[in-house]
């Protein structure tokens, strides 16, 4: 699976982005698709996460009302609707996705075996 991860760019605080993981090469079916997030100087955290089959999400607490995933079959892309952004979103998202990922577990990006290559989310305040 190789996932290509687009959307990024500048915008200003109160502002919206949509980010988009397109995947080739194997279908998201029977997949978990999650978005992570990293600062710099700090730990890749968890974001978002939605199981192909069924849309069942799961979200960090600080951005839960402000981000919505979801995803698109005919396109087989997820994507993340980040709305309100703020300063502290400011990071490099990356998506991910693997087969077998139990609910409990959709927040550990080490459950994840596939990767996108990031994309760069700048909020200026």
């Known amino acids: 699976v190789q996932l290509q991860a687009s959307g990024g760019g500048l915008v200003q605080a109160g502002g919206s982005l949509r980010l988009s993981c397109a995947a080739s090469?194997?279908?998201?079916?029977?997949?978990?698709v999650g978005w992570f997030r990293q600062a710099p100087g700090k730990e890749r955290e968890f974001v978002a996460a939605?199981?192909?089959?069924?849309?069942?999400?799961q979200y960090r607490n600080s951005v839960k009302g402000r981000f919505t995933i979801s995803r698109d079959n005919a396109k087989n892309t997820v994507y993340l609707q980040m709305n309100s952004l703020k300063s502290e979103d400011t990071a490099v998202y990356y998506c991910?996705?693997?087969?077998?990922?139990?609910?409990?577990?959709?927040?550990?990006?080490?459950?994840?075996?596939?990767w996108g290559q990031g994309t760069q989310v700048t909020v200026s305040s």
């Open positions: 991910a996705a693997s087969a077998g990922v139990i609910l409990s577990e959709y927040g550990n990006l080490n459950q994840y075996a596939y």
């Open positions: 939605i199981r192909w089959s069924g849309g069942a999400t």
């Open positions: 090469g194997r279908t998201f079916s029977r997949y978990v």
